[in-house]
T-cell receptor, first 114, second 114 residues
């Protein structure tokens, strides 16, 4: 029962580099999302997906790209890393459709951009 | 525009006493509310939830109260234990653009003193 798995756990990037944060879930959830957590800002939604081939923007999408080719995977790409993207990133998933769905989080990916 | 607000960044409570964490929201379309608990270096874990058609939900030591007219919810922990020391996030969901989005507050750090 792995739930939501994120890799890598820690990463240091140089400004301008690109990278992909991986997220996989084994609960057959249609809904997957990415959040970032910053001090005093709570959890802010970056992008989300309601099924394979369907993605949409959240509150803070700039500088990030996503795709959803399978139900299980939802990678988050940083196109050209900036120091402002230093943060903790959480992937989450849930069943889709109707209210009352609990979302489940991965353990987080700590990203530092220098 | 912060739709979900946790105005107390931190709270200290003596072991055995009641902890009350508060959350206010502005969007009357929110119809499901959740509380998450987060330990350092881990992902948020689901604690308890409540539908907008109810005003109270209880699970062991945890009770969530919802006051829709005041757009306010609270989490009561009785009795508080040192292991409850963590950051607590409230979240609310509403149907937006054909899907449910989850909006999180900024979190309250609870410290239970032994």
């Amino acid at each position: 029962n792995a739930g939501v798995t994120q890799t890598p756990k820690f990463q240091v990037l140089k400004t301008g580099q690109s990278m992909t944060l991986q997220c996989a879930q084994d609960m057959n959830h249609e809904y997957m999302s990415w959040y970032r957590q910053d001090p005093g800002m709570g959890l802010r939604l970056i992008h989300y997906s309601v099924g394979a081939g369907i993605t949409d923007q959240g509150e803070v999408p700039n500088g990030y790209n996503v795709s959803r080719s399978t139900t299980e995977d939802f990678p988050l790409r940083l196109l050209s890393a900036a120091p402002s993207q230093t943060s903790v990133y959480f992937c989450a998933s849930s069943f889709f459709g109707g209210s009352g769905n609990t979302i489940y989080f991965g353990e987080g990916s700590w990203l530092t951009v220098v | 525009d912060q739709q979900v607000k946790q105005n107390s960044p931190s709270l200290s409570v003596q072991e055995g006493r009641i902890s009350i964490l508060n959350c206010d929201y502005t969007n009357s379309m929110f119809d499901y509310f959740l509380w998450y608990k987060k330990y350092p270096a881990e992902g948020p874990t689901f604690l308890i939830s409540i539908s907008s058609i109810k005003d109270k939900n209880e699970d062991g030591r945890f009770t969530v109260f919802l006051n829709k007219s005041a757009k306010h919810l609270s989490l009561h922990i009785v009795p508080s234990q040192p292991g409850d020391s963590a950051v607590y996030f409230c979240a609310a969901s509403a149907l937006t653009s054909g899907t449910y989005k989850y909006i999180f507050g900024t979190g309250t750090r609870l410290k239970v003193l032994a």
